[in-house]
């Protein structure tokens, strides 16, 4: 029964007059109160779900800005850390840039010093030999005098030829002196004149000649579109790297650097090879081990016609004819080589215009010259089962395909591993030394640097009978200061022998180390 029902009935009693009025009302009004409070539960009870809806709505909206908000800040954060990471990378560019640049100031400031010890040293021979000189002369003039009076003495009883015979002898011994000295004199300034000549000729050389420094690498970065290539470059179970190490000879090193790929190798052709057929395999997306072989193949035949028009583009710079083309074959991978971040065919034309320049000044052949000097390092490109340094297998290759006797022995005395037998050799000797010191040609780490200078002393320091070894001339030159109370001059000519055999054995250095061993005895008297 309802609410509705019983008012009915209520007003069927009414009509039919079995209830008073007064009593119709109360009762009407206790129904209308009942009527009322049902109403307002039921609008109440619709208001609390429609309020609790509107509450629902109100959080789902919230929480769908508070999610967009989270990605605006996500996505700020991860931009602030690309630029930290980028102002990092850039500190860090610029410091390692600082310091090769005070590397260079500090070989400078050595080759600067070790000019000045040569000069100081050059000033305290000829003082020596003039205050030997002086000595002697002092030595000559006491002699004299007490020669003078003894003669003075006896001209009382010496007859007039004899005081004539005595007087020719005199004359004699002192033309016989100035002589000499005038001999003496004649052969320094020549010396000098020579010095001179030398200076001017290179001087000249080297202002006529201008090339840029080049960088060594070990290693080639390979970026990549995105992360996923990664993985598609590693493949299943690593099937595809393995086969692309394989085919190359490298190693690809892949880590949490974001797209990016490290090929490593020694070899720098392998690496050229490696990193024009990542970067095809890259290009097209479709990596597995078929395609590895395809683009290693390619790789492969493009980097023979780079080196084939490498080595034209050098016989073609120089003006040089006549090569064979296994030589100009040979030249053209050299310019994948490198010699302490110098680019050894770049420094091979180097080498060639310096000697032509050279020769032009001195009257001789230039392009007898140029062809000695771009060949002198050929060796280097040979592969590796020739045994011997890379000068003497250079020169018995290009022997091998009819080069003249004077550009072999230019090759193989290079290094000065063999005898110099014309000018030639020795014009291609200065040549490769002025391009390999000139600054800025070749670099080195600065700690790597240290510790062979380091190294180089302690070598020396351990033998016995050493007081004090100096590195000098950025570390081609060792001076050994010998204790002469304990250390004769036999000795210590074998005490150089085996220094060097020592630093040829347990010393990894560039070029060639001189090797000085001093063995000075002085004795001091001071008159009162």
Request: net charge negative; aromatic share 4%.
């Amino acid at each position: 029964m309802n609410l509705a029902s019983v008012t009915a009935d209520f007003a069927f009693i009414v009509a039919q007059g079995e209830m008073e009025p007064i009593w119709f009302f109360a009762v009407a009004a206790i129904v209308g109160v009942l009527l009322g409070m049902t109403i307002s539960w039921l609008v109440t009870r619709y208001l609390r779900r429609a309020v609790a809806q509107q509450a629902e709505q109100l959080l789902e909206v919230a929480k769908r800005e508070a999610a967009v908000a989270a990605n605006e800040i996500r996505q700020k954060a991860e931009e602030e850390i690309k630029d930290k990471r980028a102002d990092l990378n850039r500190e860090f560019d610029r410091r390692e840039i600082e310091t090769d640049i005070k590397l260079r100031e500090i070989r400078a400031h050595e080759e600067s010093l070790a000019l000045l010890d040569y000069q100081l040293e050059q000033k305290q021979d000829r003082l020596a030999r003039e205050t030997a000189a002086m000595q002697q002369a002092r030595d000559s003039i006491r002699d004299l005098s007490k020669t003078m009076r003894q003669r003075i003495e006896g001209v009382s009883q010496m007859n007039p030829d004899e005081i004539k015979q005595t007087l020719r002898d005199e004359v004699m011994l002192e033309c016989q002196d100035e002589l000499r000295a005038l001999k003496r004199e004649m052969l320094e300034r020549s010396e000098q004149d020579l010095q001179t000549q030398a200076r001017r000729v290179l001087i000249a050389t080297m202002q006529r000649l201008a090339s840029k420094p080049n960088a060594d690498i070990t290693a080639t970065i390979v970026q990549l579109p995105n992360e996923e290539m990664k993985g598609r470059i590693i493949g299943r179970e690593g099937r595809n790297i393995k086969a692309f190490e394989a085919s190359t000879g490298v190693t690809l090193l892949i880590d949490e650097t974001p797209q990016m790929v490290l090929i490593s190798s020694f070899d720098p052709v392998r690496r050229e090879i490696a990193r024009i057929a990542l970067e095809s395999l890259v290009k097209d997306g479709r990596i597995h081990p078929a395609s590895i072989e395809e683009a290693v193949a390619r790789a492969g035949e493009e980097v023979d016609l780079n080196v084939q028009q490498a080595g034209e583009d050098a016989v073609q710079r120089l003006g040089i004819n006549g090569l064979h083309p296994d030589i100009i074959e040979l030249l053209g991978k050299l310019k994948y080589r490198f010699s302490y971040t110098q680019n050894v065919l770049d420094h091979s034309i180097e080498v060639g215009f310096l000697c032509s320049m050279i020769a032009s000044e001195l009257g001789l052949d230039p392009n007898l010259a140029k062809r000695a000097g771009l060949l002198h390092d050929i060796g280097k490109a040979v592969d590796g089962e020739y045994e011997g340094s890379h000068a003497s297998i250079g020169a018995d290759f290009v022997k091998r395909h009819g080069e003249t006797p004077i550009v072999v022995n230019a090759i193989a005395a290079h290094h000065e591993e063999v005898k110099p037998e014309t000018l030639y050799a020795g014009l291609v000797i200065l040549a490769d030394t002025i391009s390999a010191i000139r600054p800025g040609a070749r670099a080195e780490a600065m700690t790597s640097y240290i510790q062979r200078l380091d190294r180089l002393e302690k070598l020396a320091g351990e033998l016995e009978g050493v007081q004090q070894a100096y590195a000098i001339q950025a570390g081609r030159e060792i001076r050994v200061v010998v204790s002469p109370q304990h250390v004769t001059d036999e000795q210590a000519r074998e005490l150089a022998k085996a220094l060097r055999r020592r630093i040829e054995e347990e010393l990894q250095y560039p070029s060639t180390i001189k090797i000085t061993v001093i063995r000075e005895s002085r004795f001091t008297e001071v008159a009162v």
